[in-house]
C-alpha cells in the first residue's frame, strides 16, 4: 500500500507534506531550545514512575489511597519526597506537580494567561452545568465574571438579619440537653437555605423539619449529576464512555428547577425596566443599589440569556452551597477539642456584647480570635484542596529545576500543572515548627504567608465570594459562642479524615454536644 501512495503521481505531495512537518517539527524544537536558553531552565526532578508512558502507577498509587480517605497526606508525602516541584506522567499526560509559592504566583497572576482550567472542566461538565464561570476560559470566562460582579462586590451583601431568621432555625434543631448531634448536615442545610435565597431569590427552607419536596429533589437531583461529573472529570478524555440514564435524568430534575427561578428573573427584569421606564443603557448603579441582592435577578439585568443565566447560576451553586458549611463544621471540629480556644474565642465575642445587634459585619471584622480560627481552619482543610490547570502554550515556571532546585522551568504547551493547597498549608517554611497543629494564635504572630496561603485561591481567579463567605461563618461562630459554653467532642474519632468530592471535608462530620451558656437557656 504504502508502495502504491509512493507511486506515480502522489510523490510530490506526499514529500510536500513531509517536508513541511519536518520543517514545523524543527521551528518548534528551535523555538522551544531558544525559550530554554534565555531562561536558563533545567530539568526538575522526576516522579520515579513504574510506567512512564502512561503514569499508571502514581494513578493506582493515588487511587488507594483515596480508598483509604488518606490521599491528601499521600500529596504532603511526595512533595516532601520529590521536593517542592517535580515532574510526572498523569493519565498519560507530562504534568509539573508544584507547591512551590514563586511557581503558584505566576500560574496565578503574572502569566495566568498561559494557563487554564476549561481543557479539564468543561467536557465533563457540559451536559450538566453548561459552560460558566468555574470551567471557562478567557472571553467567555472574562464574561461570567462580569456578571458576577455587581453583586459580589456590593459592601451590602452580608445581610446578616436576613441570615439570621435561617440561623434561629438551625439553632432551634441542636439539642440543649447533651444530647450528640453532628453537625455536618444541619450547618449544610442552613447554607443551602441562606445560600438559595441570596442565589435564586427564594430559600428553599429544608431547615423546616417538613422538607418542601420540589426542593428536596432538586437537591437529589443535583448532588447525583454531581456525582456522575466528579466521575467523568476522573475518566478525562475517556468521559464520553460514562454513561448512566439516572445521570441523565437528574440533570433535566436540576434544569428544570433552576429554569424555574431564572424565567422569574427574567420577568423581574421586564417588570424592573417597564416601571422604571429604563433600559439597560441607562439602569445606574443607585437603581442596581435599591433592589434585594438576589445574584440570579442581578445578572438578568445584564443578559435576558435563559442558558446562560441557567449555566452561571448552576455554577456558581456547585462552587458556593457547601464551602461555609464545611468550613464552620471544620472550625467546631477543632474548637471542641481544645477548650481553652472556644473559651478565648467566647470571651472576645462576648466583649462586643450578648446579641445579634452587636455582630455588624464591621465589629465582627474588629474580632482578631475569630478572625485568627477562620484563617487557622481553611489553611488546615482547605475546601478546594487541589488545584489544577493546563499549559495553553510553551511557558516558563520561575523556579524548580537544576541540582539546587531553584532554576526555572520550561513547561510544554499541554502539560497539567497540579498543585496540593493541602500541602502548601503545611508544607511552606512560614508554619513552622507545628505546621500541623491548630494554632490560631500563629496569625497573631506577624506570620505573612503570602501565595503560600491560597484557600480562596490567588490572583485573577480568586473566589468573587470571600468577603461574603468570611462574613458568614464569622457570624455564625461568633453566635454560637454567644449561646453555647462548652462545646464537648463527640466524635468516635478522633482524627479528621478527608472526604473528596468537589469540596473537601470531614468524613466523619463534627459530632458534639452542646452546653449552653447560663444566660442563653
Ligand atoms: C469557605 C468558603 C469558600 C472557600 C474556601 C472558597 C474557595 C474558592 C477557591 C479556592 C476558588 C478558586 C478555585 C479555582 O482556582 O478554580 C473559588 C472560586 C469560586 N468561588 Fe469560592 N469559596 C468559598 C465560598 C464561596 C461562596 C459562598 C460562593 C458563592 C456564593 C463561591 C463562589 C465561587 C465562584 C463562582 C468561584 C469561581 C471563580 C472563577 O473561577 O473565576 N465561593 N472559591
Known amino acids: 500500500m504504502i508502495t502504491a501512495i509512493l507511486s506515480g503521481s502522489s510523490l510530490p505531495l506526499v514529500l510536500l507534506v513531509a517536508a513541511y512537518l519536518v520543517s514545523t517539527w524543527m521551528q518548534t524544537r528551535h523555538a522551544i531550545q531558544r525559550l530554554k536558553r534565555q531562561h536558563g531552565c533545567q530539568e526538575p526532578p522526576r516522579y520515579p514512575h513504574k510506567d512512564p508512558i502512561f503514569g499508571s502507577d502514581l494513578f493506582n498509587d493515588s487511587a488507594k489511597h483515596a480508598k483509604q480517605f488518606k490521599l491528601l497526606d499521600r500529596w504532603s508525602t511526595r512533595y516532601k519526597k520529590h521536593g517542592k516541584t517535580f515532574a510526572a506522567i498523569m493519565q498519560g499526560t507530562p504534568a509539573i506537580c508544584t507547591i512551590d509559592p514563586t511557581n503558584l504566583l505566576a500560574i496565578t497572576t503574572t502569566n495566568f494567561n498561559d494557563y487554564g482550567v476549561q481543557p479539564m472542566r468543561r467536557d465533563a461538565t457540559l451536559p ?239 474580632v482578631k480570635y475569630l478572625s485568627s480560627v477562620i484563617k487557622e481552619t481553611v489553611r488546615l482543610y482547605p475546601v478546594a484542596s487541589m488545584s489544577t490547570r493546563k499549559a495553553y502554550k510553551d511557558t516558563v515556571l520561575p523556579t524548580g529545576g537544576g541540582a539546587l532546585g531553584t532554576s526555572p522551568v520550561f513547561v510544554r504547551k499541554g502539560t497539567i500543572i497540579s498543585s496540593s493547597v493541602y500541602a502548601l498549608h503545611r508544607i511552606s517554611a512560614c508554619w513552622k515548627p507545628d505546621p500541623e497543629a491548630f494554632r490560631p494564635e500563629r496569625w497573631e504572630e506577624g506570620v505573612k504567608p503570602g501565595p503560600s496561603y491560597m484557600p480562596f485561591g490567588w490572583g485573577v481567579r480568586t473566589c468573587p465570594a470571600r468577603y461574603l463567605a468570611e462574613i458568614e461563618i464569622g457570624y455564625t461562630l461568633a453566635r454560637m459562642a454567644q449561646l453555647y459554653e462548652r462545646i464537648e467532642c463527640r466524635d468516635e474519632v478522633s482524627e479528621w479524615v478527608e472526604e473528596l468530592r468537589v469540596s473537601t471535608s470531614s468524613r466523619n462530620g463534627t459530632k458534639v454536644a452542646l452546653v449552653p451558656a447560663p444566660a442563653a437557656i
Open 128 to 366: 450538566f452545568l453548561g459552560e460558566g464561570v468555574f470551567t471557562m476560559d478567557g472571553p467567555f470566562w472574562e464574561h461570567s465574571r462580569a456578571l458576577l460582579r455587581p453583586t459580589f462586590s456590593r459592601a451590602n451583601i452580608a445581610n446578616l438579619p436576613a441570615f439570621e431568621v435561617h440561623l434561629q432555625k438551625f439553632l432551634k434543631l441542636l439539642p440543649r440537653d447533651g444530647t450528640s448531634v453532628d453537625l455536618k448536615p444541619l450547618l449544610c442545610k442552613l447554607f443551602i437555605d441562606t445560600s438559595t435565597e441570596f442565589l435564586f431569590g427564594e430559600s428553599m427552607n429544608i431547615l423546616n423539619q417538613k422538607e418542601p419536596q420540589r426542593s428536596q429533589d432538586f437537591l437529589d437531583a443535583f448532588h447525583y449529576a454531581q456525582q456522575g461529573t466528579g466521575k467523568r472529570l476522573q475518566l478525562g478524555k475517556l468521559a464520553f464512555l460514562y454513561c448512566d440514564k439516572k445521570y441523565y435524568e437528574s440533570i433535566k430534575v436540576a434544569h428544570a428547577f433552576a429554569d424555574y427561578y431564572v424565567d422569574k428573573a427574567i420577568e423581574y427584569r421586564r417588570s424592573h425596566l417597564a416601571d422604571k421606564g429604563v433600559n439597560l443603557e441607562t439602569f445606574s448603579d443607585e437603581d442596581a443599589s435599591k433592589h434585594k441582592v438576589v445574584l440570579l435577578h442581578d445578572m438578568a439585568m445584564e443578559t435576558d440569556n435563559r442558558e446562560d443565566l441557567r449555566n452561571q447560576i448552576l455554577h456558581v451553586f456547585l462552587a458556593g452551597h457547601e464551602s461555609s458549611a464545611i468550613t464552620i463544621g471544620n472550625a467546631i471540629f477543632q474548637l471542641c477539642r481544645n477548650p481553652d480556644k472556644w473559651e478565648r474565642l467566647r470571651t472576645e465575642v462576648l466583649a462586643l456584647g450578648n446579641g445579634t445587634e452587636h455582630l455588624t459585619a464591621e465589629k465582627l471584622k474588629g
